[in-house]
Structure formats: C-alpha cells, structure tokens
C-alpha cells in the first residue's frame, strides 16, 4: 500500500508549499484543515490530484479524525491558532486547538496504527536566553501561553514514546518567503511587504536576534523526516532553521533586495526577546542544512508583489491571522 500521510493545518502557510512537494514525491495526502482563509490555496493541478483527500475539519472533531486517520501510516501536526496576538486575541480557543487537542490527536494516531507522527513545536519554548547558543538539551522558558502551550506538547509526546512508534518533535524558526497560502504577519515578511508598498521599514528595538527559516527550507525538511530510517529521529528534539540575524540585519538584507530607496526608521520597543538558536544537532545527524537565504525569501515575496498575486496586501485579512480571526469570530 502506498505511504499515506495526514496534515493537520495542511492548508495554512507552511501546508499549502509541502502539500505539492508530498505529492511530487508520490505520498497519499490527506489535508485535516478548517480551511477558514479559502479554499484557493493550492493550485488546480494540486487539488486534482487523485492521491489527495481534503477533509475540512476541526481537530476537536475526535470522531473526524478517527475516521481520517484510517490506513494513514505518518502524521504531520501543522495545525494550531500561530503567533502570540493571535492567542491573546482568543485564549480559550487557542487552548482548545493547541494544548486541549493535542492528546487525542496523538492518542487517536496511535490507536488507528499510524507508524509516524512528526510535531511541529516552535523555538519560542526557549525564552530570552542568555546563552549565545541555544542548543536541545537547554531547559524551556516559554514567555507566552503559545510558546507554553507548544512546550507542554512537546511533553505530552514524550509520554507516548516507544520502539515501535516513531515520534519527533521540530522546533522551526520562524518561517518566511511567498506561500500560496500567504502570511504577512512574520517579521521578514512584515519588513518586506512595507517595503515593497510603502518603500518604508519601522524597526522595533533592532539589536533582537530573531532566528528565521526559509519556507522551501521548512517545507524539504517534512519531506526528510518522512523518509529517514526511524532509529534517527525517533523521540528526539531537533531545532531547525537558518541564520541568527537581528532585527537591523533583518531590515538591512530586505532593503538590498526591494531598493536602495526604501527607509529604516527605528522606535524603541519593550519586546526584548531574542535568541540564537543552534541548529548543528539537525545537521549533524540527519545532514539537514537550509539551503535559502532571507534574500531568497524578501525576493519570492518582490516578485509575488509585482506579479500581482497577493492583491491588496496592505489591508486583506486572510493574509493576517488575527484579522481573520476576528471577522469570522472564531470560539
């Protein structure tokens, strides 16, 4: 039988560029999604797929899932309510999606015979650290009920952990770069898209190192942990993403590739969070490196702009999340 793989969120930013790679890859996909910022997200040659099934659906639906999962050998756990405003904007509800769900989901996983399930934490568990290198094995200080929320998930799996069942958890960066499913809430995306349309980049702060990765980065190293020998990957941790820069490079690296006219204006901020994440342990054992740049990223999105593929980007909710929300008062 062929690989079967469910992508909880598989239609949000990240989900929408690694669907089209799984099913290059000749993967069954099947899409777990709300789909509440359209139904548009992947292109007609992807959504004719015959090897892909999309249930729209609401992981708290247990009965939903169960039946989704049947015959599915790999699980990719995408979904959950993204970024700090967002959860403050509905706390409840990001409870219920990130944390509440979160068991049943592996629980439910496990009891269908899925083989593989891969979690998407977030390197925001670490906090404010004072070391310059955050490497695994550091304790988790998560500053948010978010980057709290991703943690204690990360717990939770570890419960589950055994021989026979592979379980990873992943602790991305923040992601950048064009998406057919688009965000212009993440900060290297924020600096370009007010560069490109108001030839103008606010920076708060600026000497904050916000780590970053490459969506086509984020997206080969799905398909990676899919294919690698399970003795490499099961129970572990592994952080993944790209190069430290801070907030000031960041806007430097967006102007160089939008236009030498476009303005840094600088504000004192009160978010002090920064870190540098190590991602030497992916490398090391499973030979991961990304191989695109925040340039590559702040240019896919230049490009997307004066394609005229993300209309409006000032001002259209379904590329901001809390927007979104919002207008469809999610509970």
Same mark, same amino acid.
């Given at each position: 039988?062929?690989?079967?793989?469910?992508?909880?969120?598989?239609?949000?930013?990240?989900?929408?560029?690694?669907?089209?790679?799984?099913? @290059?890859?000749?993967?069954?996909?099947?899409?777990?999604?709300?789909?509440?910022?359209?139904?548009?997200?992947?292109?007609?040659?992807?959504?004719?797929?015959?090897? &892909?099934?999309?249930?729209?659906?609401?992981?708290?639906?247990?009965?939903?899932?169960?039946?989704?999962?049947?015959?599915?050998?790999?699980?990719?756990?995408?979904?959950?309510?993204?970024?700090?405003?967002?959860?403050?904007?509905?706390?409840?509800?990001?409870?219920?999606?990130?944390?509440?769900?979160?068991?049943? &989901?592996?629980? #439910?996983?496990?009891?269908?015979?899925?083989?593989?399930?891969?979690?998407?934490?977030?390197?925001?568990?670490?906090?404010?650290?004072?070391?310059?290198?955050?490497?695994?094995?550091?304790?988790?200080?998560?500053?948010?009920?978010?980057?709290?929320?991703?943690?204690?998930?990360?717990?939770?799996?570890?419960?589950?952990?055994?021989?026979?069942?592979?379980?990873?958890?992943?602790?991305?960066?923040?992601?950048?770069?064009?998406?057919?499913?688009?965000?212009?809430?993440?900060?290297?995306?924020?600096?370009?898209?007010?560069?490109?349309?108001?030839?103008?980049?606010?920076?708060?702060?600026?000497?904050?190192?916000?780590?970053?990765?490459?969506?086509?980065?984020?997206?080969? &190293?799905?398909?990676?942990?899919?294919?690698?020998?399970?003795?490499?990957?099961?129970?572990? #941790?592994?952080?993944?993403?790209?190069?430290?820069?801070?907030?000031?490079?960041?806007?430097?690296?967006?102007?160089?590739?939008?236009?030498?006219?476009?303005? #840094?204006?600088?504000?004192?901020?009160?978010?002090?969070?920064?870190?540098?994440?190590?991602?030497?342990? #992916?490398?090391?054992?499973?030979?991961?490196?990304?191989?695109?740049?925040?340039?590559?990223?702040? @240019?896919?999105?230049?490009?997307?702009?004066?394609?005229?593929?993300?209309?409006?980007?000032?001002?259209?909710?379904?590329?901001?999340?809390?927007?979104?929300?919002?207008? @469809?008062?999610?509970?």
């Amino acid at each position: 039988m062929s690989h079967r793989v469910l992508v909880t969120g598989g239609a949000g930013y990240v989900g929408a560029n690694l669907i089209p790679k799984l099913l @290059l890859e000749n993967f069954h996909v099947t899409v777990f999604d709300l789909m509440i910022y359209g139904e548009d997200v992947f292109d007609p040659s992807t959504k004719s797929n015959p090897r &892909l099934k999309i249930v729209k659906g609401d992981i708290r639906d247990q009965a939903l899932l169960k039946n989704s999962l049947v015959d599915v050998q790999s699980v990719i756990h995408l979904a959950c309510i993204s970024n700090d405003p967002s959860f403050d904007l509905n706390p409840n509800l990001g409870r219920s999606i990130n944390l509440d769900a979160f068991r049943p &989901l592996v629980e #439910i996983s496990k009891s269908q015979g899925v083989q593989r399930f891969i979690y998407a934490s977030s390197s925001s568990v670490y906090g404010v650290k004072k070391e310059s290198n955050v490497v695994e094995e550091m304790s988790l200080e998560p500053l948010t009920d978010y980057s709290k929320y991703k943690a204690q998930c990360e717990e939770i799996l570890k419960e589950y952990e055994s021989p026979d069942w592979t379980t990873v958890t992943i602790r991305p960066a923040t992601v950048c770069g064009y998406s057919r499913r688009q965000r212009l809430d993440v900060i290297v995306n924020i600096l370009t898209n007010h560069a490109f349309h108001n030839r103008q980049i606010k920076v708060f702060g600026g000497n904050q190192k916000r780590p970053n990765l490459h969506i086509e980065d984020m997206t080969d &190293l799905y398909l990676l942990l899919l294919k690698v020998p399970s003795e490499k990957i099961n129970g572990k #941790i592994f952080n993944a993403g790209y190069e430290n820069h801070t907030v000031d490079q960041l806007a430097e690296l967006v102007q160089q590739v939008v236009g030498a006219d476009v303005k #840094i204006v600088r504000a004192p901020t009160d978010d002090n969070r920064s870190y540098h994440v190590s991602s030497a342990k #992916i490398e090391r054992e499973l030979g991961f490196k990304p191989r695109h740049t925040i340039q590559e990223a702040a @240019l896919g999105l230049k490009k997307a702009f004066e394609a005229g593929l993300l209309p409006n980007a000032m001002t259209e909710e379904k590329y901001y999340n809390i927007k979104r929300m919002l207008n @469809l008062g999610l509970t």
